[in-house]
């Protein structure tokens, strides 16, 4: 009930064309839905989140649409360039008092070719 | 204003060692959690720390422990060590529970 699936593995893209990564959840306690980028060698970094009440957030070319009634997820990536090529992973969040424990997907890997 | 940083960056020991790993927080943060990434897979939490104690835990045996320091720094040590300890563990801070940021790991490899 714990895990976060993520699909598909890795993923090629087009310079230009939509990255799409999708991940699916059991527990409905998830409060909370991260999404991270993680470069070879490097620690993961936060690219955008949101919270279960929101179906869709935009930060620039990084779109999160949330589908709650399917308990699933996705990261659009809009215009990918060869430097959106990384590791991506989902993640959501149980919260308790202070604390919270993120559980995260497989990850993607992400090609995208110039 | 400085990141997360851990120390060592990478690291080697053998069966049965210990091994104590370092992280000092994001300016600001008062919350660290530590983490455990085999290769190819996604981190799995080990456990957090908050006002100096351990608040939640993971799926990981006592052999796993922490602490946390009044500057809000941490450790996390590793007793008895096995060949599937080899990971990259991650530090992540935060202010309570708010958005979590990662340090850029300290590779572990035990021969």
């Known amino acids: 009930q714990q895990q976060v699936k993520q699909s598909p593995q890795s993923l090629i893209v087009q310079k230009g064309g939509i990255s799409i990564i999708n991940c699916a959840y059991e527990?409905?306690?998830?409060?909370?839905f991260p999404w991270y980028q993680q470069f070879p060698g490097k620690g993961p970094a936060l690219l955008i989140a949101?919270?279960?009440?929101?179906s869709e957030k935009k930060e620039g070319r990084f779109t999160i649409s949330f589908n709650k009634s399917a308990k699933q997820f996705s990261l659009h990536i809009m215009d990918s360039q060869p430097g959106d090529s990384a590791t991506y992973f989902c993640?959501?969040?149980?919260?308790?008092?202070?604390?919270?424990?993120?559980?995260f997907g497989s990850g993607t890997q992400l090609t995208v070719l110039p | 204003d400085a990141g997360v940083t851990q120390s060592p960056t990478h690291l080697i020991k053998t069966r049965g060692q210990q091994v104590t790993l370092r992280c000092s927080p994001k300016?600001?943060?008062?919350?660290v959690s530590w983490y455990q990434q085999a290769l190819g897979q996604g981190p799995q939490f080990i456990f957090q720390?908050?006002?100096?104690?351990?608040?939640q835990r993971g799926n990981f045996p006592d052999r796993f422990s922490g602490h946390q320091f009044p500057n809000y720094s941490s450790e996390l040590n590793v007793n008895a060590l096995l060949l599937g300890d080899s990971a990259l563990y991650l530090c992540?801070?935060?202010?309570?529970?708010?958005?979590?940021?990662f340090g850029p790991g300290t590779r572990l490899l035990v021969l």
């Open positions: 992540a801070s935060s202010l309570g529970r708010i958005s979590q940021y």
């Open positions: 527990n409905t306690a998830f409060d909370y």
């Open positions: 949101i919270r279960p009440d929101v």
């Open positions: 993640a959501a969040a149980l919260s308790s008092g202070s604390a919270r424990q993120l559980t």
């Open positions: 300016s600001g943060h008062d919350t």
């Open positions: 720390y908050y006002e100096e104690e351990e608040r």
